[in-house]
């Protein structure tokens, strides 16, 4: 669904009543407001009415209540960069956004249980700022995207990060949430102030923070999120597989480790092009600019950029001699596969002198890719992936978008949907099983390579049992052959999934109406609670599938 002529307005009483609850400055109805804010790398798009930035719960009630009476959709975002998924974007056209990025209180640190209590606005940026500035001996858990996301917004889609910490719904406890009545409730609470709202997840009763989470049943204004102790020791290691034949012993490998809780982070096992699509653009290289690289492209970019076929990112942590114990471990289970690196915070330094001395001077550059084995634009990666794995957020991974972009990408700033990239993210979650993973990617890959793109894929280990097989599509949005590709490519990607009867672990715009297709029951059940919370059909209708 592409922009149609003619932008939605509310009319002048109900911009007149948002201006009056919020403030003049915080509501926007301006073309060009509504034009930004209507923006996504994905190809399908819808147009708000108007946007507004409230600054507390009363605010987002105040909101609520007003869109109710006019019977306007609301769509609630946290600081609008979901990309690939669905940023800021309604279903349909004529709805207000609500972006709550004004609402970025760090309310309480609690250094003694480990954890925080925050609002929607709070990025990873400013929380890791906020710890690290105060001397609170505590990490926060990020994502590899924009350190400018939502801490809670990322948790309540159910999002994973890289520490122990990773799973990021799960280290929610206690939240604030406004109803579509305007009603504030801190669920999992018996009484205002209780001293386990932030520490006992469960509460008491039925359990339903699960219901706030990827749906449009409320509007969170608060919440507790666990952090992690900073432990006396941390490495983080890279392991490289040149011979894809190893694969299913590795994934096997990693299995055990995994469910031995020897490995407790959220592996990241990346392709080739995952790398390149991070390292590189298209335009940079003396490749055809249309269509998939060929293998013979793909062999001379790897040799180019000393990248490997399959590679993993994760840590280790704890005391001096549970890391040391921690590495004979992994050693032992992978080096028969591929080569194991590990980086310690001693060595970052080190190794962060080493490239910048690099970059400066051409024989030291020489000299330690032939030494290292690698090349300088990877080897630069190692230290943002070492901090990445601490709590450190960074925008260098978010490079990935701008692969098929056709202009340099920007070195700061990095905002896909501003500058018109074409991103698509697939996420669907597998058992953790080679009998699963491996005919399930090269049936998508055959669909990729059949639609002109590059197969990207990221596996990000859930639980010791399921994994994410996460795919993007990059494309050229400038290009329309392109664009309508990468529509039908990620229909037949979804097709695919059923058929194997997999299903999303987190689900874009496009996919919402679908979601439910071979499950009627549940639709029916989301559309009963749906009606007792929101018998109007304020909220985000049809988010998630939930509608009346």
């Known amino acids: 669904m592409e922009t149609r002529p003619g932008t939605p307005r509310i009319d002048d009483e109900v911009a007149n009543e948002l201006r009056a609850a919020l403030g003049s400055a915080n509501v926007c109805t301006s073309a060009d407001d509504l034009d930004r804010y209507s923006r996504c790398t994905i190809p399908w798009q819808s147009l708000c009415a108007a946007v507004v930035f409230p600054a507390s719960a009363e ?88 350190g400018q996301g939502s801490v809670i917004g990322n948790a309540l889609e159910r999002g994973i990060g890289e520490t122990p910490y990773g799973d990021h719904f799960g280290n929610l406890c206690g939240l604030e949430v406004i109803l579509a009545d305007g009603e504030r409730v801190q669920l999992g609470s018996t009484t205002q102030g209780l001293k386990t709202w932030h520490t006992h997840k469960w509460g008491v009763g039925p359990y339903v923070e699960g219901l706030f989470t990827q749906s449009n049943l409320g509007i969170v204004t608060q919440a507790g999120i666990w952090l992690m102790p900073q432990p006396e020791s941390h490495n983080s290691f890279v392991f490289e597989v040149s011979d894809e034949r190893h694969l299913p012993k590795v994934v096997d490998a990693f299995r055990r480790l995994a469910l031995t809780a020897i490995v407790n982070t959220k592996l990241h096992m990346i392709n080739d092009f995952v790398s390149m699509a991070i390292l590189t ?42 890391v040391k114990l921690q590495r004979s471990l992994l050693r032992e289970a992978l080096s028969p596969y591929g080569r194991l690196i590990f980086i310690s915070d001693a060595l970052l330094p080190y190794l962060q002198r080493l490239i910048d001395w690099s970059w400066k001077s051409p024989l030291v550059r020489r000299l330690i890719e032939l030494g290292a084995r690698t090349s300088l634009p990877m080897l630069d990666s190692a230290p943002y992936v070492h901090k990445i794995l601490q709590g450190i957020p960074t925008e260098y991974f978010v490079k990935h978008a701008y692969y098929r972009y056709r202009r340099p990408r920007p070195q700061e700033g990095v905002q896909p949907a501003r500058d018109r990239c074409g991103l698509i993210w697939f996420a669907p979650i597998l058992p953790f099983s080679n009998t699963h993973i491996w005919p399930f990617l090269d049936a998508c890959k055959l669909r990729f390579a059949a639609h002109g793109f590059d197969f990207y894929v990221a596996m990000l280990l859930m639980n010791p049992r399921s994994i994410i097989c996460l795919m993007a599509i990059i494309y050229d949005r400038e290009d329309a052959d392109e664009t309508a590709h990468s529509v039908q490519l990620y229909e037949e990607l979804l097709a695919i999934m059923r058929e194997r009867q997999f299903q999303q672990y987190r689900a874009g715009l496009q996919s919402w109406g679908e979601l439910f297709k071979d499950a009627p029951e549940m639709q029916r059940l989301n559309a009963k609670i749906k009606a007792a919370l929101d018998p109007d059909n304020i909220l985000a209708p049809g988010r998630y599938g939930v509608d009346l």
């Open 59 to 146: 605010d987002v009630a105040a909101v609520v209540r007003i869109a109710a009476r006019h019977r306007i959709p609301v769509w609630p975002s946290s600081t609008g960069r979901n990309w690939g998924y669905g940023t800021t974007l309604a279903i349909d056209d004529g709805a207000i956004v609500m972006i709550l990025e004004r609402m970025n209180r760090i309310l309480e640190v609690n250094e003694e249980l480990a954890y925080a209590v925050i609002e929607p606005g709070v990025t990873y940026t400013q929380l890791n700022a906020h710890l690290r500035s105060k001397g609170h001996k505590l990490w926060i858990d990020c994502t590899d995207g924009s």
């Open 281 to 322: 653009q298209r335009i940079s290289e003396q490749v055809a600019q249309h269509g998939p690289l060929t293998d013979a492209d793909l062999a001379a970019l790897r040799r180019k950029y000393c990248i490997v076929p399959w590679s993993c990112a994760g840590g280790i942590y704890g005391t001096r001699g549970q």
